[in-house]
């Protein structure tokens, strides 16, 4: 949920009356926050993505908007598709106040994308469904700066995690990286040792909740996806 609206059609609409593509989007949507910077840095930031193809969107969305543009729109979005998606569900209110205290204790070392959206003021007329998406996606943040760091502590590099995953070569594709492809055997059990050790980091932002609350987060969370999933996208 947490990188939803990034591919959400209305999102990408916004994108393309800026003058910028859906792939160009996807990348300064996240990227953006980091300010003027090159393209290198963008794909050092994001890691998943081949960097030949974050510079394609980075370089492209350059021409027609600044950083700092693409990052108020992103923010924005972001609060527009909570308000669209979780307005509905009865607890989103309890979903704010357990998220609030782990993202402020997150420790953002190593994780430039998860502190600069954290840093990104909220308006503070926000809704709490508004604010619940932006939780959402600083934790989205916060677990892939942390996945990124376990990948590379694992010998592996960002292709190799892509190919060993559910989505395998098509996912490779999608994120830039093109072929010959490494064999996946051999990859699958490190996946498992990185999905592990990204567990581990992430874990003591938690601890700030009682053991009550973590599973009461657990069920918010569920109740949570299985409403997005089975809401109907919402008119332009």
Same mark, same amino acid.
């Given at each position: 949920m947490g990188s939803a609206f990034i591919e959400c059609p209305r999102t990408l609409r916004q994108a393309r009356q800026m003058g910028i593509s859906g792939w160009a989007f996807f990348v300064t949507g996240r990227g953006a926050v980091l300010g003027d910077v090159r393209a290198e840095t963008v794909a050092a930031a994001i890691g998943i993505v081949a960097p030949d193809a974050v510079a394609d969107g980075w370089d492209t969305a350059a021409e027609v908007a600044k950083p700092s543009e693409v990052a108020e729109v992103s923010r924005a979005e972001c609060c527009r598709w909570g308000i669209d998606y979780?307005? %509905? +569900?009865?607890?989103? $209110?309890? +979903? &704010?106040e357990l998220l609030t205290p782990v993202v402020a204790a997150a420790? =953002? =070392? $190593? !994780?430039?994308l998860f502190a600069a959206w954290r840093g990104l003021p909220v308006p503070a007329d926000a809704a709490p469904a508004a604010r619940a998406a932006v939780l959402l996606h600083l934790l989205y943040e916060y677990y892939s %700066? =942390?996945? +990124? !760091?376990? &990948?590379r502590a694992a010998g592996m590099t960002p292709m190799e995690i892509i190919l060993a995953g559910p989505e395998g070569e098509s996912g490779a594709v999608a994120y830039g990286w093109s072929p010959p492809y490494p064999p996946v055997g051999p990859l699958v059990r490190r996946r498992l040792w990185v999905e592990s050790v990204t567990d581990r980091i992430v874990s003591p932002a938690f601890g700030l909740l %009682?053991?009550?609350e973590r599973v009461e987060l657990v069920g918010l969370l569920g109740g949570a996806l299985t409403s997005v999933r089975r809401s109907p996208s919402k008119p332009d």
């Open positions: 979780l307005a %509905g +569900l009865p607890q989103t $209110g309890r +979903l &704010v420790d =953002a =070392a $190593g !994780m430039p %700066g =942390a996945s +990124l !760091m376990a &990948v %009682g053991a009550e």
